[in-house]
């Protein structure tokens, strides 16, 4: 059983940055695809960037080119850097693990493992 903790969520002004982390208990995580998703209040929960266990980035259209998504395989840590915060970005951040070969990797069902979530408010 992987147990995967979030961390770095909280309170920023419109414009802003944050990063979040996510510790996993699994060794080795590099067999691991990570994935962060998002859930905001009264709305389902959508994917936002994944790092594919073969290294390959994958992001939402709604944060491409401002969230990037870095793991250090050797902390056992995947980040989420978070630039140009919006307040559209409020939401519970959770983050995710998959071993599965082959699925898509921004679809919640395709992920075993989940975080408990961080909460990212932006304030406009």
């Known amino acids: 059983q992987v147990q995967l903790v979030e961390s770095g969520g909280e309170l920023v002004q419109a414009g802003g940055s944050l990063r979040l982390s996510c510790a996993a208990s699994?060794?080795?995580?590099?067999?691991?695809?990570m994935a962060w998703f998002r859930q905001a209040p009264g709305k389902e929960r959508e994917f936002v960037a994944a790092?594919?266990?073969?290294?390959?980035?994958t992001y939402a259209d709604s944060v491409k080119g401002r969230f990037t998504i870095s793991r250090d395989n050797a902390k056992n840590t995947v980040y989420l850097q978070m630039n140009s915060l919006k307040p559209e970005d409020t939401a519970v951040y959770y983050c995710?693990?998959?071993?599965?070969?082959?699925?898509?990797?921004?679809?919640?069902?395709?992920?075993?493992?989940w975080g408990q979530g961080t909460q990212v408010t932006v304030s406009s």
């Open positions: 995710a693990a998959s071993r599965r070969l082959r699925v898509d990797l921004r679809v919640g069902t395709s992920y075993d493992y």
């Open positions: 790092s594919s266990w073969s290294g390959i980035s």
């Open positions: 699994e060794r080795p995580f590099n067999n691991y695809s």
